[in-house]
């Protein structure tokens, strides 16, 4: 049994406790200790605050960093990252892992304590074990003009039965985005998720203009691009409403479902996510580097939308540090509360992904996976400088943590 005291204490669950400590055993938070206790170990001017959890990566991608610069529209974006995909021969490529090992270790050096990863290969689920780094792996499927939906769900399903088991590490299927996936396909994807015990699944939804077109009007800049790699259907109607109208008319939005992106959405597909109790999955510096615009938070939260953070992919943003992607957020929502933010970017994100038992708030029972955020004197707003001063150099984990301990 180890205890600690520190500066602050930020459960994220209740308000800053000053001058306070965690008592540790076993890996858990066994007591939250209000008051100084005098054999613990000090801290020193930290803030104590959960691991924060990346609810959208694309680790398998970590090889593409560098090679595919800011666009100013989102299919100006894609088009290099399709290239460099396809000639890629081998997805398990000694480069491939290489990076992907490489970037759960910034992750992890910056704060992260799990993700939510969205995979096509299936080549981050044995490196995420090793390094113990909690994970929802997504495995996503695409086809806009899939022949046999029920056949491509069912194929996936299997390989992910084949699937060892890895401590830490579960599966479940999402599909794509509405510009790369079927009607049929998403109900079939429904389905399986309604009949299977994970049904979190996650989509790219309403994140550039160009898909708002392909709904609204089916024209723009996706129906060019699909039409180039031989994609287009004239079977498919555009059903003229917005992307969140249109998979929550379908079935698919469900209160299990992470909304990545949303930068698109107005105040009616907010309030539908508020209703559908979805959690909106925000990435703002990928946002700003695929040429989509800024999501709009304050309305989001106003709304009353479940906020969590994300990353996004090597290929769309410098690093993988999340509290960077925070730091934005504050600058994009001045006038949330920095509490609601730092929520978001822990317990939000634990609970979209099902880890909310064991991470996101500093609570007895749960895993004692807590940074320590070095704060410099004069602060008085320990939460507000969380949110948007805090640097990777301010972090450690807690000693004794996993994560303090784990690497590869």
């Known amino acids: 049994m180890r205890r600690f005291r520190a500066e602050w204490v930020l459960p994220v669950s209740g308000a800053p406790l000053r001058h306070a400590g965690v008592t540790v055993d076993g890996g ?3 007591a939250i200790d209000a008051e100084p206790v005098a054999d613990a170990e000090d801290l020193g001017r930290v803030a104590l605050i959960p691991g924060l959890v990346n609810a959208h990566t694309h680790l398998e991608l970590s090889y593409l960093r ?16 399709l290239r460099a995909r396809g000639a890629l021969t081998d997805p398990e490529a000694p480069e491939v892992r290489q990076a992907v090992r490489a970037a759960i270790v910034e992750a ?4 992260t304590v799990a993700v939510g990863d969205i995979t096509n290969t299936r080549v981050t689920a044995p490196l995420l074990a090793e390094a113990q780094m909690p994970a929802l792996l997504f495995l996503e499927l695409m086809g806009f003009a899939a022949p046999d939906p029920d056949a491509r769900v069912q194929a996936a399903r299997q390989a992910l039965a084949a699937e060892p088991v890895r401590p830490g590490v579960r599966w479940t299927l999402a599909p794509h985005a509405p510009y790369s996936v079927s ?24 994140e550039s203009p160009e898909e708002v077109a392909l709904l609204a009007t089916g024209t ?10 031989g994609m287009w259907t004239g079977a ?11 998979l929550a008319d379908l079935g698919f939005l469900q209160r299990d479902v992470l909304v990545v992106h949303g930068v698109q959405c107005d105040g009616a597909d907010l309030n539908r996510l508020r209703a559908l109790d979805a959690t909106l999955v925000s990435c703002p510096r990928s946002n700003a580097w695929v040429g989509v615009g800024a999501p709009p938070l304050e309305a989001a939260y106003a709304a009353g939308v479940r906020v969590a953070f994300g990353t996004d992919s090597l290929a769309s943003v410098a690093d993988l540090n999340l509290g960077a992607d925070l730091r934005l957020a504050r600058a994009l929502a001045p006038r949330v509360p920095a509490r609601f933010l730092l929520e978001s970017a822990t317990l939000n994100g634990a609970r979209a992904l099902g880890l909310n038992h064991d991470l996101g708030t500093i609570d007895v029972g749960r895993r004692a996976e807590l940074l320590m955020v070095r704060v410099p ?3 008085t707003d320990v939460e507000e400088y969380v949110v948007s001063g805090m640097t990777p150099a301010d972090l450690a984990w807690l000693p004794g943590s996993s994560s303090a301990e784990s690497a590869f």
């Open 108 to 111: 992890r050096a910056t704060g």
């Open 66 to 81: 560098g090679q595919i610069p800011p666009a100013a529209t989102f299919t100006e974006w894609v088009r290099p990252v």
């Open 377 to 379: 004197t004069g602060v």
């Open 220 to 229: 723009g800049g996706w129906r060019h691009l699909l039409e180039d790699m």
């Open 183 to 206: 009607p049929a396909l998403f109900r079939a994807i429904r389905a399986d998720l309604d009949a299977s015990a994970e049904s979190r699944s996650s989509v790219h939804l309403g």
């Open 28 to 30: 858990r938070i066994v």
């Open 236 to 246: 498919w109607t555009p059903p003229g409403c917005s992307p969140v109208a249109y």
